[in-house]
């Protein structure tokens, strides 16, 4: 999806607008919505596994995508 801000009080502003709310491609958002990280829209559970994930990626407690592979090779 790309984002684009449209200066909604100049009049070719207000002309695309309103032509891209006639498409099926364009979905016209009139309310500007404030931004919010998806960090703060996950579960606690969420967050501590990733936790989890980053201390062993640091701890050197991962497997080489290579070897996972090798190990999967029959599923994959």
Same mark, same amino acid.
């Given at each position: 999806?790309?984002?684009?801000?449209?200066?909604?009080?100049?009049?070719?502003?207000?002309? *695309?607008?309103?032509?891209?709310?006639? /498409?099926?491609? %364009?979905?016209?958002?009139?309310?500007?919505? =404030? !931004? #919010?990280?998806?960090?703060?829209?996950?579960?606690?559970?969420?967050? *501590?596994?990733?936790?989890?994930?980053? /201390?062993?990626? %640091?701890?050197?407690?991962?497997?080489?995508? =290579? !070897? #996972?592979?090798?190990?999967?090779?029959?599923?994959?």
């Amino acid at each position: 999806m790309t984002k684009i801000w449209i200066d909604e009080t100049d009049i070719a502003g207000k002309e *695309a607008i309103d032509t891209l709310k006639n /498409k099926s491609f %364009a979905q016209v958002i009139e309310d500007e919505e =404030e !931004e #919010v990280d998806w960090w703060d829209t996950i579960s606690p559970e969420e967050r *501590a596994a990733i936790d989890r994930g980053l /201390k062993d990626v %640091a701890e050197r407690r991962t497997t080489p995508h =290579e !070897e #996972v592979r090798k190990i999967y090779a029959k599923w994959l």
